[in-house]
Structures are given as structure tokens and as C-alpha cells.
């Protein structure tokens, strides 16, 4: 796996001004025959003779604003000449087309892409964000409001029961509750060539990190009026 060639294809990601967290790794996949993700629950089929191949970005925030653990996902297909043909990114659970009917939210090989404040779900147009809801709430009052979640494959090496969830709220609350501005800032993920590992390799790190995590909060916490 070429991670060089394949990053040049990663996103333009676009940050609120007060976003507290950034990408920590990048999960490459390449699917050449469709089939099923293997860090997402849909499966792909190309149209024949048009698309070579996709590349799957799994891309890993230590934390959402609501809870520590956070995956996301771009798709972009590739044509047979190397460029791009589509693209598909992650949002809250579902997916949405990455790429605008007039594609003019692409530069060469570049897809540029908002993400949600505090909650990292894709859209090529910002506005959509302030459609939804919770999307003030969510990075406010609802901060640390999920606690700890885990993938159903994550297979824990200690118990994570409802102790852990308060703690992780109660350090969401002290430490990372924002207003959003949705004044956005580039982040360019192509640029940090060093995120980018094979999706196996972040599979392994993943309960690595979590537990890890955990280890920090509880220290952050520990001795003070933050434990509750």
C-alpha cells in the first residue's frame, strides 16, 4: 500500500475556529472489487469499466464532544485515469455525497469538506450543520453526554460500566465545552503525511488509545473537586 500516493487523496477538512479536537490517525483502505467496508457498515459495488478503485479514509479523533472514541469516514473513487469520480463522507451514522453537482468543492485531486463543530460529521456545504437541532446543545450543555463509546468489536481489557461514562463527562464538561462560531479554519490532512497508517494497524492501536485516554482523565481528575 502506497500511503504517499493514497494520502494525496485525502480531504480539506474545514474546522470550526473553536473546535477543541483534530484527527489523531487516519485508517487507509483501498477497495478494488467492492464488497463490504472494512470499517463501516455498507457495502460498495462499482459501476463497470468506471471506477478503479476506493480509497476509504477511517479517520480517528480520540473524542466527539459527546463521548471519547470517534470515527468518521471519507470515500473517494477513482477513476481509471486517476482521478476522481465521486466522493461519499460520514454523517452520524449515515453518509452523504462529498462532492457538490458542480463539483466546485474540488481542486484537482481534493474534495473540501466541513465538519460538524465538536461532533466531526461531513458536509460540503456548512449550512447544513445549523439545520440540525442540537448542533449548539451538543458542544454545550451536552458535552461528555455519551461517556465512553465503544465499537461493537472493541473488546475492553477492563470494565467501562457507568463510573467510567461519569467520569468522562464530568472532564468533557471541565475542560472542552464550546460555543461554536462556524467560522472555519483549513486543516489540511494531506499535509501531515505521519496520521496516515493501513486500517489494520489503527484497528490494533484503537483500545490502545482508548485505554489510554482513560488513564488521562483519571489522572487529570484524581485529587480534585472535577471527580464529583
Known amino acids: 500500500m502506497d500511503l504517499k500516493h493514497l494520502a494525496a487523496y485525502a480531504p480539506l477538512l474545514y474546522f470550526d475556529r473553536r473546535e477543541p479536537f483534530y484527527p489523531v490517525r487516519v485508517g487507509v483502505s483501498v477497495l478494488r472489487d467492492g464488497g463490504p467496508s472494512p470499517s463501516f457498515r455498507r457495502i460498495f459495488s462499482f459501476a463497470a469499466g468506471t471506477i478503479d478503485y476506493v480509497i476509504e479514509f477511517a479517520i480517528y ?17 477513482v477513476d481509471k485515469h486517476g482521478e476522481v469520480a465521486d466522493a461519499e463522507a460520514s454523517f452520524h451514522g449515515k453518509f452523504l455525497k462529498a462532492l457538490l453537482p458542480d463539483r466546485s468543492n474540488i481542486a484537482g485531486r481534493t474534495v473540501s469538506l466541513y465538519s460538524q463543530p465538536g461532533k466531526h460529521a461531513f458536509s460540503p456545504l456548512p449550512i447544513l450543520f445549523e439545520l440540525l437541532p442540537n448542533v449548539r446543545t451538543a458542544t454545550d450543555q451536552g458535552a461528555g453526554a455519551g461517556g465512553l463509546t465503544l465499537p461493537a468489536w472493541y473488546k475492553a481489557p477492563r470494565l467501562h460500566d457507568e463510573d467510567t461514562n461519569a ?9 472542552h465545552r464550546f460555543t461554536p462560531t462556524f467560522d472555519f479554519v483549513p486543516y489540511e490532512l494531506a499535509r501531515r503525511k505521519e496520521l496516515f497508517v493501513p486500517w489494520e494497524t489503527l484497528f490494533e492501536e484503537i483500545p490502545a488509545r482508548i485505554e489510554a485516554e482513560l488513564d488521562t482523565i483519571r489522572r487529570a481528575l484524581h485529587g480534585t473537586n472535577l471527580e464529583g
Do not use: F, G, P, S
Open 61 to 77: 479523533w480520540d473524542y466527539d464532544i459527546q463521548h471519547l472514541y470517534e470515527l468518521e469516514h471519507v470515500w473517494v473513487y
Open 167 to 175: 467520569l468522562v463527562r464530568v472532564y468533557q464538561q471541565a475542560l
